[in-house]
Nanobody, 124 residues
Framework: QVQLVESGGGLVQAGGSLRLSCAAS????????MAWFRQAPGKERESVAR????????GYAASVKGRFTISRDNAKNTVYLQMNTLKPDDTAVYYC?????????????????WGQGTQVTVSS
């Protein structure tokens, strides 16, 4: 089992930045592809960013590309999401997720372990 705990969410003005962290326990993350998803009220959960087990391959949603950066520190068993130039449309609960293996995929159903989420609110 992998336990994931997100942190770093909060309230920020449009144009600001936040850095989310996802700390894992129970297993070493070095064998897991990791991803960040988000879900706004009344909307489906959507993929934001993903990174393969070694950190060499990443993928982003078109809506965040160029503004968000996913990274990982396997020695610390932690994954990060640096979010810059935030917009009100980025307001959502952000979730960290893990799947065993090295292939990055976008669909939430492909991920086996989830954190509890952290709220990000961007004011205009």
């Amino acid at each position: 089992q992998v336990q994931l705990v997100e942190s770093g969410g909060g309230l920020v003005q449009a144009g600001g930045s936040l850095r989310l962290s996802c700390a894992a326990s129970g297993r070493t993350l070095s064998s897991y592809t990791m991803a960040w998803f988000r879900q706004a009220p009344g909307k489906e959960r959507e993929s934001v960013a993903r990174i393969n087990s070694s950190g060499g391959i990443t993928g982003y949603a078109a809506s965040v590309k160029g503004r968000f950066t996913i990274s990982r520190d396997n020695a610390k068993n932690t994954v990060y999401l640096q979010m810059n130039t935030l917009k009100p449309d980025d307001t959502a609960v952000y979730y960290c997720a893990a799947r065993f293996g090295d292939t990055i995929v976008a669909g939430p159903i492909r991920y086996d372990y989830w954190g509890q989420g952290t709220q990000v609110t961007v004011s205009s």
